[in-house]
């Protein structure tokens, strides 16, 4: 009985060392990228293919929808309480946003345009000299990015990475339309209707990070994993391609600061001019 009482904490354990597996790659991601000659720790990488539809436009109708976990399987106490919420109507974009569009919003000014950005946004992007994603630098007038097998021409067809929320938003803005919150993400996700909603990039919403109607903090140490943290961040969908095995699943709530982009983030547009 004891060490069956020893399981939930052991699970929980396991799935939080995975989520240490994640920011172990994307921190030397990052660390490489900061390097004069930049390295290489799998040369064999190459950029995921992602998949293009037909039709780049989701339509969801109001309608009332369960949001968030319900099952016996595992995880994490910000997944529940499952309740019911308002959703719609609303257009999700399919496809994410690639490079491509984005060197387009880099060309018509997008980082130096104000009018597009939130103030502590623009605020961040000149103080930090942002003129693209993280890991961009331009070699001989041309973008490359730094990736896991190093160095890379920035590919016009891959998903945009290594974006900030206020960069997402910016973007967002400057096609006309916005960022989805998390509850029209999942819904769709449930669908099967996105493309590429796993195992790319994480997708950044306009959702803050907060608990559920009805969220209980877990009882005892791990009370705190994740209740002290509902305050001044964004949540994001999806998994990226760094994300642990089990842990792409539709109802998993990410989190970060507005500022950070080191991590694989990228986004999807809705537009709410049905």
């Known amino acids: 009985a004891k060490l069956a009482s020893l399981v939930p904490l052991l699970e929980v354990g396991f799935n939080h060392e995975q989520q240490h597996q994640e920011l172990m790659l994307t921190d030397i991601l990052h660390a490489f990228a900061q390097n004069p000659i930049p390295p290489a720790y799998d040369p064999s990488w190459t950029f995921p293919k992602l998949t293009i539809s037909g039709?780049?436009?989701?339509t969801l109708t109001e309608g009332i929808h369960t949001i968030g976990h319900s099952a016996d399987s595992f995880h994490f106490d910000n997944e529940k309480p499952a309740h019911r919420a308002l959703v719609g109507p609303v257009r999700l974009a399919r496809n994410l946003v690639t490079n491509g569009e984005w060197l387009r919003f880099m060309d018509a000014g997008g980082y130096s345009s104000p009018t597009l950005w939130l103030m502590d946004g623009f605020a961040a992007a000149e103080r930090e000299e942002w003129q693209a994603p993280a890991h961009w630098r331009q070699v001989d007038g041309k973008w490359q990015v730094m990736t896991p097998g190093g160095p890379r021409p920035v590919d016009p067809a891959a998903a945009v990475c290594h974006v900030s929320y206020y960069e997402a938003d910016a973007f967002a803005r400057w096609s006309?339309?916005?960022?989805?919150?998390?509850?029209?993400?999942?819904?769709?996700?449930?669908?099967?209707?996105?493309?590429?909603?796993?195992?790319?990039?994480?997708q950044w919403t306009r959702s803050s990070y907060s608990p559920y109607p009805g969220y209980r903090a877990i009882e005892g140490a791990?009370?705190?994993?994740?209740?002290?943290?509902?305050?001044?961040?964004?949540?994001?969908?999806?998994?990226?391609?760094?994300?642990?095995?089990?842990?792409?699943?539709?109802?998993?709530?990410?989190?970060?600061?507005?500022?950070?982009?080191?991590?694989?983030?990228?986004?999807?547009?809705?537009?709410?001019?049905?």
């Open 222 to 274: 791990l009370g705190e994993y994740n209740g002290k943290f509902m305050v001044n961040q964004l949540v994001l969908r999806g998994s990226s391609l760094a994300t642990p095995e089990g842990h792409s699943r539709i109802t998993y709530r990410n989190f970060f600061y507005p500022h950070h982009r080191w991590q694989f983030t990228g986004l999807r547009l809705a537009d709410y001019g049905i």
């Open 55 to 58: 039709e780049p436009w989701l």
């Open 176 to 202: 006309g339309q916005h960022l989805p919150t998390e509850m029209e993400w999942e819904v769709a996700a449930r669908a099967g209707a996105l493309n590429d909603a796993f195992g790319i990039v994480w």
